[in-house]
């Protein structure tokens, strides 16, 4: 049973740094592109950065700059280093990994951030 587990979430100030983990298990074939996505209250989840299986990059234009996404091959993990937190990045945080073409998704991790 593939399991995703979100890791680093919590409450800090603006300005202030957190950096977000999520631990796949249960995988057996190499995973592909994963993704960090964030959904704020009455909101649509959206995408905030996006690795591919070569190391690609990619993120939301709210996010370039602040944001660093990377991953961990062996261990399946992959990871979202977020600076300069502003209040308007509070939501929750989902990762999302592919794997043969079906997504999975963790959890969630709340982000608050205070003014």
């Known amino acids: 049973q593939v399991q995703l587990v979100e890791s680093g979430g919590g409450l800090v100030q603006a300005g202030g740094s957190l950096r977000l983990s999520c631990a796949a298990s249960?995988?057996?074939?190499?995973?592909?592109?994963m993704g960090w996505y964030r959904q704020a209250p009455g909101k649509q989840r959206e995408l905030v950065a996006h690795i591919s299986s070569g190391g690609t990059t990619s993120y939301a234009d709210s996010v370039k700059g602040r944001f660093t996404i990377s991953r961990d091959n062996a261990n399946k993990t992959v990871y979202l280093q977020m600076n300069s937190l502003k209040p308007e990045d509070t939501a929750v945080y989902y990762c999302?990994?592919?794997?043969?073409?079906?997504?999975?998704w963790g959890q969630g991790t709340q982000v608050t951030v205070s003014s």
């Open positions: 999302k990994v592919q794997v043969r073409y079906i997504d999975y």
């Open positions: 249960g995988i057996v074939f190499s995973i592909n592109a």
